[in-house]
């Protein structure tokens, strides 16, 4: 009997030490593992820009995105789908996700809009009815911006990619420096106060 009881405290202990061991990450794309496509677009998160839809992305993040259309003074409203914790590699981060629309196509979809809520940064963010948010999902995507929960500095943006081709400051934000890989359409914001933005787009 002595013998059983120090054998299942034994199996009980091993079970508990196993449940802290960290399981192996699922192998996922990273956002430095960038591949020019033969339209000269960048493929990233194994999202082609100007292809791959908001549908086919959900699938890939295996997640469900919200859907809204922010509008701002002296800029074109956008339609963006975003994804507030996707988890690749180990790595969180909060993902949003423009989608290609006409401006007849917003202009009607604002309209229909069921809710405007001023944010803090003085845009507008439209809620769009189910009908817009289902016909959205074969949109495709024209920019991804990736804000991991993780502060990233400039070494680690620097092994990462390389030098910038282009480093952008103005004396009215210093606070805000903004990195330039033009290359694969790529910008990364450091700013002192916020975390690190990185901004794919499609090529010019």
Do not use: C
């Amino acid at each position: 009997m002595r013998n059983f009881l120090i054998g299942l405290v034994l199996t009980v202990a091993g079970i508990g030490a196993l449940m802290f061991i960290p399981s192996k990450q699922v192998a996922a794309p990273m956002p430095w593992e960038t591949t020019i496509m033969a339209d000269g677009n960048i493929q990233i998160f194994d999202i082609h820009l100007g292809k791959t839809t908001f549908r086919q992305a959900q699938d890939i993040f295996k997640a469900y995105g919200k859907t809204a259309i922010f509008s701002q003074s002296e800029h074109e409203p956008t339609v963006e789908a975003y994804f507030e914790s996707i988890n690749l590699g180990g790595l969180s981060a909060k993902i949003v996700l423009n989608l290609s629309e006409t401006e007849q196509q917003i202009q009607a979809m604002l309209e229909r809009a069921t809710e405007a809520k001023l944010q803090p940064s003085g845009a507008r963010r439209y809620e769009l009815n189910n009908l817009d948010h289902a016909r959205l999902l074969d949109s495709p995507i024209t920019a991804i911006t990736y804000i991991p929960s993780v502060r990233l500095d400039e070494k680690m943006i620097l092994n990462r990619f390389g030098q910038a081709e282009k480093i952008q400051q103005t004396a009215q934000r210093p606070n805000i420096l903004i990195w330039h890989y033009p290359r694969i359409g790529l910008s990364v914001t450091f700013n002192s106060e916020e975390k690190t933005v990185l901004l794919y787009k499609l090529q010019d």
